[in-house]
């Protein structure tokens, strides 16, 4: 019996970003947003990374992907993503898999819709097709330079400006998949061929990662265009203190003692979570009597003073026994930035520094101090 199998070349290499497909948008590095995504195609058998990076590799396998190595000869600047393809249909197929459809998935693009994977495989499946792609809908005027630099229109008559609606569309291919009968791949050797089809997605899905800007504008729309309310699947919550349990601001009276407003809408999510048996833990740099203070309050252990919040986080973790990429972090600032970064779910409060926004997966609707803890614990708890 043949499968479909998601096929997603990623190299180290990558001049204008370097180390690209390790490159995080909306907290998640590009290469894990693919394997998500593919795998989360219910017509999708089998999730494939191939790649000449070991870290590239150890993240596709922690994200469920099966990796096959690259060879050196094809993964230079110059070698096509169609020689990766094949190569790994020849190592499935070596080890007893039959390819019947192969959906091409391209890890520069951070916002591939799974929906249109699963309408490219029925395409090909149904046989309607023998190849297919994403691409988005578009009324725009084309125009190019001749060879004295003059424009020149390419899908319209320059003389004559008629109203959108009288005007026909046109196909912008996103470059983010693309679906194929693989044995005709075989022969064809290039992603287009036979009875092409094109799968329409939406518009602002096509963000595909060349350069440090691309990159840049992915990760300021990533909360925008990638917002769920979905559950936070996680084992262990920690979070930061002045920020997310406050307003991050303070009230100092005259003998200098500190005053801090909370919100009793996170205390009791907190005790919801305590009850659940999920384990939390405040993790603070201040050293401050009010942390301590609220910390008993809540009944939740606190580490504060710590400078060097990653460390004390993956020391933590591990005396729970419980895998960083089964945590969530909840931040504010930049001083969470690096054990945002080492977690499974980083999440941000709804005003966090931007920075922080960029590196979260999640931004949350509410702002520190103003029940963003119970938000979350409410997306973590089983519904």
Same mark, same amino acid.
């Given at each position: 019996?043949? $499968? ?36 989360? #195609?219910?017509?999708? =058998? ?5 790649? =000449? ?30 020689? #990766?393809? +094949?190569?790994?249909?020849?190592? *499935? ?24 994977? =699963?309408?490219? &495989?029925?395409? &090909? ?15 725009? /005027? ?5 060879? =004295?630099?003059?424009?020149? %229109? ?8 008629? *109203?959108?609606?009288?005007?026909? !569309? ?6 983010? /998949?693309?679906? /194929?009968?693989?044995?005709? /791949?075989? @022969? ?25 800007? $691309? ?9 925008? &265009? ?54 939390? +833990?405040?993790?603070?740099?201040? @050293?401050? %009597? ?9 009944? @939740? ?9 990653? #460390? ?35 999440? #941000?409060?709804?005003? %966090? ?28 708890? !089983?519904?």
């Amino acid at each position: 019996m043949t $499968q479909t199998v998601a096929i997603i070349p990623a190299r180290g290499g990558s001049k204008q970003v370097p180390r690209k497909n390790l490159r995080r948008v909306g907290g998640v590095p590009l290469v894990e947003r693919a394997v998500r995504a593919a795998t989360a #195609a219910s017509g999708v =058998d089998l999730v494939v990374v191939s790649t =000449d990076d070991a870290e590239i590799a150890a993240v596709a396998t922690a994200a469920g992907a099966r990796v096959i190595a690259r060879p050196a000869e094809i993964s230079g600047d110059s070698a096509s993503s169609e020689s #990766a393809v +094949l190569h790994a249909l020849d190592e *499935l197929e070596r080890t007893g898999i039959q390819v019947g459809t192969v959906v091409f998935v391209q890890a520069t693009s951070p916002f591939i819709p799974t929906s249109g994977i =699963d309408e490219a &495989i029925e395409l &090909i499946g149904s046989g309607r097709f023998d190849s297919a792609f994403s691409a988005h809908e578009t009324y725009g /005027f084309l125009w190019r330079r001749d060879q =004295d630099g003059a424009a020149e %229109a390419i899908n319209h008559d320059a003389s004559h400006r008629p *109203l959108r609606q009288e005007r026909e !569309p046109h196909y912008f291919e996103t470059g983010a /998949f693309y679906a /194929f009968d693989a044995a005709a /791949f075989r @022969v064809a050797g290039h992603r287009f061929f036979g009875r092409i089809g094109i799968v329409e997605v939406p518009e602002q899905t096509a963000v595909e990662i060349d350069d440090a800007q $691309q990159l840049a504008m992915a990760s300021a729309v990533a909360d925008l &265009i990638g917002r769920s309310d979905d559950r936070i699947d996680v084992r262990a919550v920690v979070t930061d203190f002045d920020g997310v349990h406050t307003d991050d601001t303070a009230f100092v009276d005259s003998e200098g003692r500190e005053h801090v407003r909370v919100s009793r809408e996170d205390g009791m999510g907190v005790s919801l979570l305590r009850r659940a048996g999920i384990p939390m +833990l405040i993790l603070s740099t201040e @050293v401050n %009597a009010v942390v301590r203070a609220r910390a008993d309050k809540l009944k @939740v252990p606190v580490l504060h003073g710590t400078d060097d919040k990653a #460390a004390a986080l993956t020391s933590w973790a591990a005396e729970q026994n419980i895998a960083l990429g089964d945590v969530a972090y909840l931040g504010n600032d930049v001083n969470d930035l690096e054990a945002m970064r080492i977690v499974g779910w980083p999440v #941000a409060v709804g005003n %966090a520094h931007p920075v922080v926004r960029e590196q979260a997966r999640i931004v949350l609707n509410r702002n520190g101090g103003e029940g963003a803890v119970r938000e979350l614990v409410e997306r973590v708890l !089983p519904r």
